[in-house]
């Protein structure tokens, strides 16, 4: 059974660092892309970052770029997303998803998420 379960949110204060993680099964990881999107209360899901099969190609967003980073280890089925220098504007539940195809220049949530987990809360306080 396909399953992405995230984890690792929680309250930090600003400025503060997370570290979310993507623990994956039912399927190869290494053959997909792996994005990861938010949505805050009232507002549309956003795209956060996208990481191929391989690292090759890593995109973010330009609200988090130099603050979160995106890595993987496929040996070990795991994804994880660095979060760095939080902000209130970054709370909200962070999800991530395998991507329909290996790629992620144009990654869009509503059209290239084949599968996503039930989310972990982030909460940046000021």
């Known amino acids: 059974q396909l399953q992405l379960v995230e984890s690792g949110g929680g309250l930090v204060q600003s400025g503060g660092s997370l570290r979310l993680s993507c623990a994956t099964s039912?399927?190869?990881?290494?053959?997909?892309?792996i994005g990861w999107f938010r949505q805050a209360p009232g507002k549309e899901r956003e795209a956060v970052s996208c990481?191929?099969?391989?690292?090759?190609?890593?995109t973010y967003a330009d609200f988090v770029k130099g603050r979160f980073t995106a890595s993987r280890d496929n040996a070990k089925n795991m994804v994880y997303l660095q979060m760095n220098s939080l902000k209130p504007e970054d709370t909200a539940i962070y999800y991530c998803?395998?991507?329909?195809?290996?790629?992620?220049?144009?990654?869009?949530?509503?059209?290239?998420?084949?599968?996503w987990g039930r989310g972990t809360q982030v909460t940046v306080s000021s």
């Open positions: 998803a395998k991507v329909l195809r290996d790629y992620c220049k144009t990654y869009r949530p509503a059209i290239d998420n084949d599968r």
């Open positions: 990481i191929t099969s391989g690292s090759e190609t890593i």
């Open positions: 039912g399927f190869t990881l290494d053959r997909y892309a």
